[in-house]
């Protein structure tokens, strides 16, 4: 796996639909390996945002610019040869592709996977956020779950979240020690 060719500071991406944590866990990621987080939603275009806010789904075009800054990002920190952990939903695997390709080798995914129930409840409990539980339909039908992709993880959203950290920790040493999660 190339995640095992890299330094010991990650470049990671907390990905799935809107509800599931990422924001929360790639913070607590983030403060675990002593790396800066950095919340993917705030990098979206004011346009783009106003749509989600209005309770219209992007379309491919209107997330390039926004996959564009993320890449960046990841870029810059391999190139610093710092850690980063950065949120986003990275729904289609064509998304996903785009980021490697930003980022180089070492970059791993850690996807949050939950129940529509779950990301309901969750969506409708927070306050203060632009996403509208409306649109969770649309994210899960755009979804591509990343099953079979390299130097991904999966991490159940069905614990607290100390736990849904713990468990991300354990599947990304056991990922860049080659051993299959």
């Not at 607590?28 to 783009?48: I, M, T």
């Not at 920190?77 to 064509?94: H, M, P, T």
């Not at 993880?153 to 991300?168: K, Q, Y």
Request: hydrophobic share 40%.
């Amino acid at each position: 796996m190339r995640l095992t060719e890299t330094n010991t500071l990650p470049v990671l991406v907390v990905m799935g639909v809107s509800g599931c944590g990422k924001s929360s866990v790639g913070e607590k990621l983030a403060a675990h390996y002593s790396v800066p987080f950095v919340e993917g939603d705030q990098l979206h275009p004011a346009s783009n945002v106003a749509k989600m806010a209005e309770g219209t789904p992007l379309t491919d075009a209107d997330r390039t610019p926004w996959l564009a800054e993320i890449g960046s990002g990841l870029r810059a920190a391999r190139e610093k040869g710092e850690g980063i952990v950065l949120s986003c939903s990275a729904l289609k695997r064509s998304y996903r592709d785009q980021l490697r390709a930003a980022a180089g080798d070492g970059l791993a995914f850690v996807y949050l996977e939950g129940s529509r129930s779950l990301l309901e409840s969750r969506m409708g409990a927070r306050k203060g956020h632009f996403m509208p539980t409306s649109l969770l339909e649309s994210q899960l039908q755009t979804l591509e779950v990343p099953s079979a992709e390299p130097d991904v993880v999966t991490v159940s959203i069905d614990d607290d979240l100390d736990g849904i950290v713990a468990n991300a920790v354990h599947a990304l040493e056991k990922l860049r020690s080659g051993i299959e999660t």
